[in-house]
């Protein structure tokens, strides 16, 4: 239930986002799903913190010289260990 509480105003901001101003944007994502899709499922799946960190990380990534393709939300958090 916090979780909710925490991601609510941001979920709305990416809301306002997609039928707002995305809309009236050229289609230019190269990603599946969408940066704005991806966040929302970031958010959901881990929380404001790790979500918004990784939704964050797909944006800057939305470049010329970033990647493209399939893309889902990873169902864990990364622990990688050296």
């Not at 707002?20 to 230019?28: E, G, L, R």
């Not at 939704?55 to 990873?74: A, Q, T």
Request: with cysteine; charged share 15%.
């Amino acid at each position: 239930m916090i979780k909710k509480i925490l991601i609510f105003p941001f979920v709305v901001l990416v809301r306002f986002y997609q039928t707002a101003i995305s809309p009236f944007t050229p289609a230019s994502c190269r990603f599946e799903p969408t940066c704005s899709t991806y966040m929302l499922q970031a958010l959901q799946k881990h929380g404001l913190l790790y979500g918004g960190f990784l939704g964050l990380k797909r944006i800057v990534s939305c470049n010329p010289w970033g990647g493209s393709g399939y893309d889902p939300v990873p169902n864990e958090k990364c622990n990688h260990q050296h």
